[in-house]
Structures are given as C-alpha cells and as structure tokens.
C-alpha cells in the first residue's frame, strides 16, 4: 500500500472513529478496503499516539473518545522521517550515480 493510500485509510478510520460510524472490526474492515487485522494495527498505532479507542456493544461501533489529531501527528511523523530517511536515500541515489 503507497504512503498515500494509507493515510487516506487512517483519516477515513478517525473520521469513522468520531462519528461512531464504524460498525464491528469485520464491518469496519471492509470500508476501509482492508484486513481485520490491519484495523486492529490501525488501533495500536493510533493509541501509541494517543488515541483513546473503546467499543461500544450496544451501539456495535468502536468510539474515539478523545480528542485525536491524526493530521497533526502525522505531519509531525512525516518531518521526522524527512529528517532521518531522506538523507539515507539521497545517499543511495548518489552512489548509484557515481558508479554510472
């Protein structure tokens, strides 16, 4: 999955999230056009970033129940790769370029 599809992913998630409109993993899964288990990977890294999830059995819908920036915090996460990333991979195209 490209970088872009899977923040399209996430953001669709949290704005399910919030409107407690997300149905069970099973549901949710086939929204997001992905696996079950690929929510509950969603799930942890959203709360390593803070995110409060909780399930709701008689509304059968999992809850943000926090506020939760996901564009804030992944705006941050993308400088940080820029910062450490970047660097690597300019170095790569650099050697592949001298040793043309």
Not at 10 to 19: A, N, Q, S, T
Not at 58 to 83: G, P, Q, R, V
Request: net charge positive; charged share 25%; with cysteine.
């Amino acid at each position: 999955m490209s970088y872009s599809n899977y923040l399209i992913k996430m953001d669709r998630l949290v704005e399910l999230l919030k409107k407690k409109n997300t149905g069970p993993a099973d549901c949710l899964a086939r929204k997001l056009m992905v696996s079950r288990r690929t929510i509950f990977r969603y799930f942890d890294e959203m709360r390593l970033k803070g995110a409060v999830i909780s399930y709701s059995k008689s509304k059968e819908t999992y809850c943000l129940e926090n506020k939760f920036n996901f564009t804030e915090d992944f705006l941050l996460s993308a400088m940080e790769w820029h910062s450490t990333q970047l660097p690597l991979v300019n170095n790569v195209i650099n050697d592949q370029i001298s040793s043309v």
